[in-house]
């Protein structure tokens, strides 16, 4: 099945792009962003546990190159 729509769209490329080249700027919009998910991947929601805050930010500290904080008033301080 992937094969032949493969082909139809490969035979077909220039009327749909001429189709596409007609449609309204909105729908054309719409068009371009439904592409896009076949091309660019997804994001995925995260969730982060902030229970734990001093691993939290060590983990961002580290990769900034600032000294990590070891105290939860440190990191009060730091977000004041």
Do not use: C, W
């Amino acid at each position: 099945m992937k094969q032949r729509i493969k082909s139809f769209i490969d035979d077909n490329f220039d009327l749909i792009a001429d189709d596409i080249r007609e449609l309204d700027p909105l729908e054309r919009v719409r068009f371009y962003l439904k592409l896009m998910e076949f091309v660019v991947p997804r994001q995925k929601h995260m969730d982060i546990d902030t229970t734990n805050k001093t691993e939290l930010i060590n983990v961002v500290f580290t990769s900034t190159g600032v000294e990590p904080v070891h105290h939860e008033s440190e990191i009060v301080d730091f977000i004041d």
